[in-house]
């Protein structure tokens, strides 16, 4: 079973950066589309970037020019470097695959990392 371990997340002031990442504990990212996934306090999951295997990425047209997803296939990490961060941006940070099918995704949640970005 693959785990994911997200981590990375803080406290930071608005305009500030964070650079997050995902472990994986198997070889998954060099066959498998990655996402990262945010959920703020009484909201639902949202997608926020993903990378194919091939490396090409989309982002949530709130979170594009300030982030960047990126990996290490070597490493089993992918990686969400957040730049001018906003306090909306605040939320817990999951990565995974995407889903294929309602609610289901193709491995358990990790923890997630913490994001707060105080104004």
């Known amino acids: 079973q693959v785990q994911l371990v997200e981590s990375g997340g803080g406290l930071v002031q608005t305009g500030g950066s964070l650079r997050l990442s995902c472990a994986a504990s198997?070889?998954?990212?060099?066959?498998?589309?990655m996402g990262w996934y945010r959920q703020a306090p009484g909201k639902q999951r949202e997608l926020v970037a993903r990378?194919?295997?091939?490396?090409?990425?989309v982002y949530h047209d709130s979170v594009k020019g300030r982030f960047t997803i990126s990996k290490d296939n070597a490493k089993n990490t992918v990686y969400l470097q957040m730049n001018v961060l906003k306090p909306e941006d605040t939320a817990v940070y999951y990565c995974?695959?995407?889903?294929?099918?309602?609610?289901?995704?193709?491995?358990?949640w990790g923890q997630g990392t913490q994001v707060t970005v105080s104004s």
């Open positions: 995974n695959g995407l889903p294929y099918g309602p609610g289901y995704f193709p491995w358990p």
């Open positions: 990378i194919t295997s091939g490396g090409s990425t």
């Open positions: 198997g070889s998954i990212f060099s066959i498998n589309t």
